[in-house]
């Protein structure tokens, strides 16, 4: 049996354990009575203390707050992050978002334990139900903190303990969208659990190719679950299971009115023959993880050991024949990752105003990738010389991740807070081996009550996402439709880099808090990934330059039921010289970006956001009302030089700025709590584009959804 088959039956098991748990038992227990509430706080506290975020930037974002985003606990888990300072939206079938000019990069924590990767990322995996807060924690990060440097994001989950009880509701409007969801929580004894899931039909799953509102061919269905099970051994330790399983199938949408080109029998197309509105592409994506965790809290001493393991599979299914008409190459692909890892984080009070922290971890991971691509035999202009074939190719990749870190916390007074240490990283591929020592430090100052200082400087080693280094197979295509321009094909290495942060917050009055935070990043090797060809799977290259830097401006306030936050953050990144995987490009960019530096694909220089909520109650009754608004400058697309040619990324598609409202009702009774909500997506119904199909990486247009106007009832009991 596979991972994937026992993380399904186990989560499904555990929904019906947990259910039979709250049954009183004629038995008598031989269990430790323990307060559980109270010990589970505790806990939580010495485990925030093993791995706090000193000097770096965080930002923390509640339940109370997610149900004040458009969608609540329904929207996609991108939408949360994008009201984040520094967060930019991008089109990806999981929700693509930015943080501080980087692709990707983000290292994602539940509870404090890395989540390994997933070949598709983590947005449409993560469901918003199971948080009860998370952090973005980002800037110059502690030494705890390596492999995937952008950010941070820790989640932290809603426990049985907190979140007694059973929830269901049901959501639906705009775009065919129907979505159905439960939530479950108790405690019994020293155990506690909570179950969560969700589906979700709709015709909008990945971002529209045209300006239509209604996108052609873009039915998706997704599937979440999620388990927590925590068992207090005694008032100092505790266990606790995660299970996850997610599915998400799209269709990927259709461009009318494409012009043809070759028929797969190698004839000129026939006006007539084929329309593009008729083309059937379709991804199916699937992901399971485990994490088994001890927690361990003493007067001095707090420590937390974890294993882990991930499945993830991707498959890209052409239309084969349409794709031969109107791209001359048709690509079945499917991925699959599998990784196992064990991390351990410790601290230690020595008194005397230090606390040291430590920890090591070790993470493996097996990449294996079937293709098979249908192309034309072509002459020496390119042109189709006789009926298409298929070419089969099977890569396998492996990867490990392992590190040691060690940093101190001293109290230098009792305004000056002063964080050093350092990591040992060590990468090990089937294309490159790498290691590097980072030291990091990180000051905190805070002269007054009201005001907050903090500065640091880290040194990052960021290894690639085994899972989007693209095979060796360019040889295999020559003289075909398939063929590449240039067959150069170094290997990708790990980006080395130097950070540097600082920042100030500032309480102007009760309630009323601004902040601004500035940041560079200087780097050799600079990772970025791309879509190349048709699939919606990424593929990993290195510029040998890079710079990133920017400025953040934040500022929030809250009285009573009123709370309203508006972020705003200028950002520039770019790259010079393409020196991996070059069989990628075109001869002409790769040329160009040789000797130029370009802004990568993904910079979008102003990203801001802005919202405000006010909730009151009457009675048995209370109602929330919210706005916020999502404005980008837009990310980048190629420009035409004087010349007429092209210079990468060298232009960006129009800003854009779009408004959201709703308002959610709620009725508590003997028996539970009934709600009710409206949501409305893009008030004015705006049309703009996240992508013009031109630009580094980039293999199609695609705009942002237009109006949307959703509708949910829910009960709780």
Not at 372 to 401: E, H, K, M, W
Not at 581 to 592: E, I, K, S
Not at 597 to 605: A, E, G, K, P
Not at 682 to 697: T, W
């Amino acid at each position: 049996m596979s991972f994937r088959s026992i993380s399904s039956f186990l989560l499904l098991a555990l929904a019906v354990a947990a259910r039979a748990q709250t049954v009183p038992s004629a038995e008598p227990s031989s269990s430790v009575v323990l307060d559980p509430v109270v010990i589970t706080s505790k806990l939580d506290q010495s485990r925030e203390a093993i791995v706090p975020s000193l000097g770096a930037t965080s930002y923390l974002v509640t339940s109370q707050q997610i149900e004040s985003v458009a969608q609540g606990a329904n929207a996609p888990f991108n939408q949360i992050l994008l009201r984040i300072p520094g967060v930019a939206a991008d089109s990806a079938p999981s929700g693509g978002v930015h943080v501080r000019g980087e692709h990707a990069n983000l290292q994602y924590r539940i509870d404090d334990v890395l989540l390994p990767e997933g070949i598709s990322g983590f947005g449409g995996e993560l469901d918003p139900r199971f948080i009860d807060n998370l952090q973005l924690v980002t800037g110059a990060l502690p030494a705890q903190y390596g492999f995937r440097t952008a950010g941070v994001v820790d989640i932290h989950t809603r426990s049985g303990v907190l979140a007694e009880g059973d929830e269901v509701s049901l959501s639906g409007g705009s775009h065919d969208t129907i979505n159905p969801s439960f939530a479950t929580g108790g405690s019994t004894g020293s155990a506690s659990y909570f179950v969560t899931g969700s589906f979700d039909h709709n015709g909008l799953g990945i971002e529209n190719p045209t300006r239509d509102p209604n996108a052609l061919h873009d039915t998706t269905n997704q599937w979440k679950l999620f388990a927590h099970v925590s068992r207090l051994l005694d008032p100092n330790s505790r266990l606790c299971v995660m299970l996850s399983a997610s599915g998400n199938d799209f269709e990927v949408p259709n461009t009318p009115g494409l012009a043809a080109g070759t028929s797969p029998d190698g004839n000129p197309w026939v006006p007539g023959t084929f329309d593009s509105a008729q083309l059937d592409e379709n991804q199916r994506e699937r992901n399971y993880y485990g994490i088994v965790t001890y927690q361990k809290s003493a007067v001095d001493l707090n420590y937390q050991l974890s294993v882990f393991g991930r499945e993830s599979e991707v498959h890209f299914r052409p239309d084969t024949a349409g794709d031969l008409f109107f791209n001359g190459v048709a690509s079945d692909v499917a991925r699959r990752l599998r990784s196992a890892g064990v991390q351990l984080d410790g601290s230690y009070d020595t008194g005397g105003g230090h606390t040291v922290r430590g920890g090591a971890s070790v993470l493996a991971e097996w990449v294996s990738s079937d293709a098979t691509t249908t192309v034309f035999p072509v002459d020496a202009d390119g042109n189709p010389i006789g009926p298409s074939f298929a070419l089969a190719n099977r890569d396998r990749l492996q990867g490990s991740f392992s590190n040691v870190y060690l940093q101190d916390e001293w109290k230098v007074t009792s305004t000056v807070t002063l964080n050093y240490g350092a990591r040992f990283d060590v990468f090990s591929s089937s294309f490159d081996h790498e290691h590097q020592l980072s030291p990091r430090v990180g000051l905190i100052y805070q002269p007054t009550e009201s005001t907050t200082l903090h500065a640091g400087y880290a040194r990052y080693f960021t290894p690639p996402a085994v899972e989007n280094v693209p095979g060796s197979t360019v040889a295999q295509f020559d003289d075909t439709s398939n063929a590449s321009a240039l067959n150069q094909d170094d290997p990708v290495r790990a980006e080395r880099s130097h950070y540097f942060d600082v920042g100030v917050s500032h309480k102007l009055a009760p309630g009323l808090q601004v902040g601004v935070d500035a940041y560079y990043k200087r780097a050799t090797n600079q990772l970025d990934d791309g879509l190349f060809g048709q699939t919606l799977i990424l593929s990993s290259f290195n510029y040998a330059r890079g710079k990133v830097y920017g400025v953040e401006l934040t500022g929030s306030y809250t009285r009573g039921g009123f709370s309203a936050y508006a972020n705003l953050a200028r950002s520039q990144a770019q790259g010079k010289e393409w020196n991996s995987a070059q069989f990628l490009f075109d001869p002409a960019d790769l040329a160009y970006v040789q000797t130029h530096w370009i802004s990568l694909d993904h910079d979008q220089t102003l990203s801001g956001s802005a919202g405000a909520s006010y909730r009151w109650k009457q009675g048995r009754w209370s109602t929330l009302l919210f706005t916020d608004v999502i404005y980008g400058s837009g990310l980048r697309n190629d420009a035409t030089a004087p010349d007429g040619s092209t210079i990468p990324n060298g232009a960006s598609v129009p800003s854009y700025a779009t408004l959201n409202l709703g308002v959610v009702r709620s009725l508590k009774t003997a028996q539970g709590e009934w709600q009710a909500r409206v949501d409305v997506i893009n008030v004015a119904d705006k049309s703009y584009e996240l992508r013009d199909g031109s630009g580094v990486g980039v293999n199609a247009a695609q705009y942002g959804a237009r109006r949307g106007v959703f509708g949910s009832v829910g009960y709780k009991f």
